[in-house]
Nanobody, 118 residues
Framework: QVQLVESGGGLVQAGASLRLSCVASGRTFSTYAMGWFRQAPGKEREFVSSIDRSGRNTNYAEAVKGRFTISRDNAKNTVYLQMNSLKPEDTAVYCC???????????WGQGTQVTVSS
């Protein structure tokens, strides 16, 4: 079973940038599509972005298109989420996951908190 550890969150002002990282255990990381999801207080967890095994194909939620960029380094078993022009509505706990399409499969990491002040 793949274990996931997210990091890189923090408290920033609107307009700032953060880069989240998700390190996966196991030697089969490169065989999985990966995704980022987020859950704001009182809301359902929502899809943010996904990337295929090769890193060549990506998908984004409308709310983050043009501001967030997902990437991966299979040699480091890591997937990244570069978040620019952050908005207060981006405040949430961000988690990574193996995905099929925009649906998570398998377990979640502990997540990393992103808080954007106005």
């Amino acid at each position: 079973q793949v274990q996931l550890v997210e990091s890189g969150g923090g408290l920033v002002q609107a307009g700032a940038s953060l880069r989240l990282s998700c390190v996966a255990s196991g030697r089969t990381f490169s065989t999985y599509a990966m995704g980022w999801f987020r859950q704001a207080p009182g809301k359902e967890r929502e899809f943010v972005s996904s990337i295929d095994r090769s890193g060549r194909n990506t998908n984004y939620a409308e709310a983050v298109k043009g501001r967030f960029t997902i990437s991966r380094d299979n040699a480091k078993n890591t997937v990244y989420l570069q978040m620019n022009s952050l908005k207060p509505e981006d405040t949430a706990v961000y988690c990574c996951s193996l995905v099929v399409g925009q649906r998570n499969v398998g377990s979640w990491g502990q997540g990393t908190q992103v808080t954007v002040s106005s």
